[in-house]
């Protein structure tokens, strides 16, 4: 069974940092593209970044670029988001995805949400 | 910067028939934008319907269906039921691995 369950979310200090984690299970993880989407309280969904199977190939949205790293350890089923110098805006629930042979997003995780107050 | 636009909300009678679209500010959204329809329901994560425009994911009801509909993408839910009361996410690829998520349209089943 596919499984993705993401981690590391909580409260953070404006200009902070928090890194999201995401364990991949069920899958050979290497063979994938995997992305980070973000869903803020009442609001739709917002493809953050992408990353290619061996982490070679990198995107991101312009509201997140320099500030949100992206990266995974394929030995490890993990994917990752470094998030620094925080704003309120990143205030959000946010979601990793797997690009799969059924479609852009065919596994979702759960989401970890993320706080961004003082 | 490319804008996909859904009906906010939709509201449509169990057992009826409701038509979702998904539109491309760039123009005529074609095979080659292989729309992704996404459900999510109050509390969860967005759950994959449909992919590449028309394929059904192994676990979605035989009454949704995802076609090209004049300019747009589509998404038809046929004898609607109380459970398909959701939020409808599409996503459109718009050149190599980018993509552009739609606002999203609230269905009430009502």
């Known amino acids: 069974e596919v499984q993705l369950v993401e981690s590391g979310g909580g409260l953070g200090q404006p200009g902070g940092s928090l890194r999201l984690s995401c364990a991949a299970s069920?899958?050979?993880?290497?063979?994938?593209?995997m992305n980070w989407v973000r869903q803020a309280p009442g609001k739709g969904l917002e493809w953050l970044s992408y990353?290619?199977?061996?982490?070679?190939?990198?995107y991101y949205v312009d509201s997140v670029k320099g500030r949100f790293t992206i990266s995974r350890d394929n030995a490890k089923n993990s994917l990752y988001l470094l998030m620094n110098s925080l704003r309120a805006e990143d205030t959000a629930t946010y979601y990793c995805?797997?690009?799969?042979?059924?479609?852009?997003?065919?596994?979702w995780g759960q989401g970890t949400q993320v706080t961004v107050s003082s | 910067q490319t804008v996909v636009t859904q009906e906010p909300s939709l509201t449509v009678s169990p057992g009826g028939t409701v038509t979702l679209t998904c539109a491309s500010s760039t123009g005529e959204v074609t095979i080659a934008n292989s729309a992704n329809w996404f459900q999510q329901k109050p509390g969860q994560a967005p759950r994959s319907l449909i992919h590449s425009t028309s394929t059904k994911q192994s676990w979605t009801p035989a009454r949704f269906s995802g076609s090209l509909l004049g300019d747009k993408a589509a998404l038809t839910l046929s004898n609607v039921q109380p459970e398909d009361e959701a939020d409808y996410y599409c996503l459109l690829y718009i050149g190599g691995v980018q993509v552009v998520l739609g606002g999203g349209t609230k269905l009430t089943v009502l």
């Open positions: 990353i290619s199977s061996d982490g070679t190939t990198i």
């Open positions: 069920g899958f050979t993880f290497s063979s994938y593209n």
């Open positions: 995805t797997r690009w799969g042979s059924t479609g852009w997003g065919d596994y």
